[in-house]
């Protein structure tokens, strides 16, 4: 009997685990962490063996093939002995996509994904066909192979996840942007991840579909280099003669070979320029579907929005707080200050993986008052922007990052928690941080 051994019990490890108990396999767990209680529950209930706190290696050397979450790096010295063996290494995707003849709708970018991802999946259930959400949202994809019957599946991918991936194939790709993010994990090479996240492609034929951001600097580039076989919907606000998705008189248009379709931008539920693009991506991934105009139109315009990305808190003394704490890179602390109209107070800091700042800088200097660095090391961020701007502050807690921005800020202005920076110094995840800050301000 094959032997899978799974490292890492999170919400994939697990997943990965009962399918692979499903198909059969002999399975084992290991985690270098405590495993939570409801995977423990999980693992149990299918009697699948499992390990916390340690990785036995006499356990997992002898594994035909392994599965390791995506947040297991390839440094990682266990990873190392079992690739320096060739033990087929693969993430809990590559796994999943052998037991499902879905459809897989698939989601990578730097920023606006998860936004991009839920609005897809809006749409499609909307449209009430049998859809299920992966990847970095929703449950694992190998859990619902296991466990339900879906005929699409719509799946965030992170670059991480993409690494583990060889014979998987989107039958529909859509990549947003590539700016740099991530580069620890990619020896600071940035070439790197962007081969990490042109991997969404592999294996696509004609049959299937590319979505993509036609104006996008790298995508421009890789494109030229790259033989890609599949058909290509690149989307932008102004269009040339290939772009199929597209701005003309504030209408969003969309022209594919079965659609043509148009809706006011003022009538979609995500405004501003970065939610223009996760609405075209959407759009396009839902017309190559044949979902109905109608029910396109109305997706776009009742979608809610996702928790901790510039999504809105309260408004104390006509002091607005925004609440991006999934902004954990510097471009899309961009995009947050681009959409704003109003004198900013940003909370800034966190983990820095190796930042740059100068993406930001304009616009620092055009619409923020004060910053304020919520961290356990602020050096970087003083390093760049000592002397940038009239008021900067240290905190080393959420609550006086709030109680500070609140005092800087006066009626009319924005408080926008936009870090730039992982969470984990501080804090268990982005969402931990995001949680406390709308804790905070709705105490006020």
Known sequence: MKRIVILGAG???AGAAVLAKKEGFDVFVSDMSEIKTQYKSMLNEYGIVWEEKQHTESLILNADEVIKSPGIPDKAPIVKKLLAQNTSVISEIEFAGRYTNA???????????????????????????????????????????????????????????????????????????????????YDYNFQNYVDSKFKITQNQTEQDAFIFWENDPIIKAELEKRNIQSAMY??????????????????????????????????LALQGMHNTYNSMAA???ASIVDVRKDNIRQSLQDF???????????????????????ATN???????????????????????????????????????????????????L?????????????????????????????????????????????????EDRGKQFKNVVRNL
Not at 135 to 140: A, E, L, T
Not at 304 to 326: M, P
Not at 360 to 370: G, M, P, Q, R, S
């Open 234 to 267: 690149p989307f932008a606000i102004e269009r040339s003669e290939k772009t199929k998705a597209f701005i003309e008189q504030e209408d969003l248009i969309i022209k594919s070979l079965k659609t043509l379709f148009t809706m006011p931008t003022s009538d």
């Open 283 to 285: 759009g396009l991934a």
């Open 103 to 185: 459809k897989m709708i698939c989601i990578t970018g730097s920023n606006g994904k998860t936004t991009t991802t839920m609005l897809v999946y809006h749409i499609l259930k909307s449209a009430g066909l049998k859809v299920g959400l992966a990847g970095n949202v929703g449950n694992s994809l190998a859990f619902q192979v296991a466990t339900a019957s879906f005929d699409y599946y719509v799946v965030e991918l992170s670059s991480f996840q993409l690494d583990g991936m060889t014979e998987f194939k989107a039958d529909i790709a859509i990549l947003l942007n590539i700016t740099p993010d991530h580069l620890d994990r």
């Open 11 to 13: 919400e994939s490890g």
């Open 304 to 326: 809610q929005g996702v928790e901790h990305r510039l999504e809105y808190v309260a408004t104390v003394k006509n002091i607005r707080f925004i609440n991006d704490s999934k």
């Open 330 to 380: 510097v471009n899309s602390c961009w995009y947050a200050l681009q959409s704003m109209k109003t004198p900013v107070v940003l909370i800034l800091g966190g983990t820095d993986k190796g930042n740059d700042y100068s993406e930001i800088e304009a616009l620092v200097k055009e619409k923020v008052k004060t910053l304020i660095f919520m961290g356990l090391d602020n050096k970087a």
């Open 382 to 430: 003083h390093a760049f922007f000592d002397g940038k701007v009239d008021t900067i502050i240290d905190v080393q807690s959420m609550e006086a990052a709030v109680t500070e921005a609140y005092k800087a800020a006066n009626g009319g202005d924005t408080v926008l928690l936009s870090p730039c920076c992982a969470s984990f110094d501080l804090f268990k995840n982005y």
